[in-house]
C-alpha cells in the first residue's frame, strides 16, 4: 500500500513541476515575443509605423495566451484519461 502512495506522490510532483516549467516558459515568452515583435516588425516591416507595429505585437500576446491555453486543456484531458484508466483499473483489481 505504501508502494502504490509514493507512486502516486512522485506522479503528482512530476505533474506539478512540469505544469511549472510550462507556466514560466509561456511567462517568459508572453514578456518578451510581444516586445521584440514590436521591435522588429517596427524597424524591418513596417518602416518605422509604431501603430502596425503594436498590432503585431498584441496579436503575437495573444497568440501566446491561447496556445497556452490550448495546451493546458490538452494536457488537462491527458492527466483526467489516465486517472480514469488507473480508476478502472483499480476496480478490477478489487473485484
Known sequence: MSAQVSVAKATD???????????????????????????????????????????????IANIVLV??????ILEDRQSSEVASERRKAELKKDR
Do not use: D, E, H, M
Request: charged content about 5%; overall charge positive.
Open 67 to 72: 496556445a497556452y491555453i490550448v495546451l493546458s
Open 13 to 59: 510532483q512530476a505533474t506539478a513541476r512540469a505544469a511549472l516549467i510550462k507556466l514560466l516558459l509561456f511567462a517568459a515568452a508572453l514578456a518578451i515575443l510581444p516586445i521584440a515583435s514590436f521591435f522588429l516588425s517596427s524597424k524591418y516591416i513596417w518602416a518605422g509605423n509604431a501603430i502596425y507595429a503594436a498590432i503585431t505585437a498584441i496579436c
